[in-house]
Each structure stands twice: as C-alpha cells, then as structure tokens.
C-alpha cells in the first residue's frame, strides 16, 4: 500500500494538538462527508498514547515501532503501512527519527 500524500476538501483546524511537550504534534481535520481524521508528526521519542475511539495509524514518512497494550512484542511500521488500536486501549510508540502519520479515527 502506498502512503498517502495529499487530502482534497477537508476543513483544518488550524490550532495544533500538542502532546508531550512538542514531542507530537498534530492537526485534525474533517472531510467533506463529515469524517474526522488527523495528520501529524511524532519526534524522536518513547510515548506512550491512550484511545477513546478505536484509531487506525497510517505512516506517510518516516517510521516507527509500536506495541499494543498487552503484548510485549514491538512491531514495526513504515511509510504506507498501518496499524490498528482498539478503542479505550493504549500503546507505546518508540521513534528514532520523525514519524509522519494519518490518524483514521474508527
């Protein structure tokens, strides 16, 4: 699967989320159909997230590697992949370099 590159019609919110001290940052948006996703980058760190709803993690630059909550393997993802959190879960993501990423909320 390739990585996404570009979203036609969306409406941003232009103030970014920013978690972890600028370790993360990013922007939701909202597409013409009324679906909420975001974009953003995850800076050289160990994280550790938590869900409400369930969220699909596409990375379009960049990499990572994330562990789910209850496993102890860490798994790998890079540009076009994706890896899917249940809702009211968590995982912990581990970056070496920026990770760019599209957040698909489920």
């Known amino acids: 699967m390739s990585a996404t590159t570009q979203i ?8 970014a989320n920013v ?7 990013s922007h939701s948006f909202t597409l013409a159909d009324g679906t909420r996703k975001s ?10 997230f938590s869900t409400g709803a369930a969220e699909i993690m596409e990375c379009v630059a960049g990499a990572c590697e994330y562990r789910l909550a209850g496993s102890d393997a ?3 993802s890079g540009p076009g ?6 809702a009211q879960s968590s995982f912990d993501i581990r970056v070496a370099e920026a990770y ?5 909320y489920a």
């Open 74 to 76: 860490w798994q790998q």
């Open 8 to 15: 036609a019609n969306v409406t941003l919110s232009t103030q």
């Open 100 to 104: 760019h990423y599209l957040c698909h």
């Open 39 to 48: 974009a953003g980058v995850v800076l050289a760190s160990e994280l550790t």
């Open 19 to 25: 978690y972890f001290g600028g370790k993360c940052v």
């Open 81 to 86: 992949e994706r890896f899917t959190i249940p």
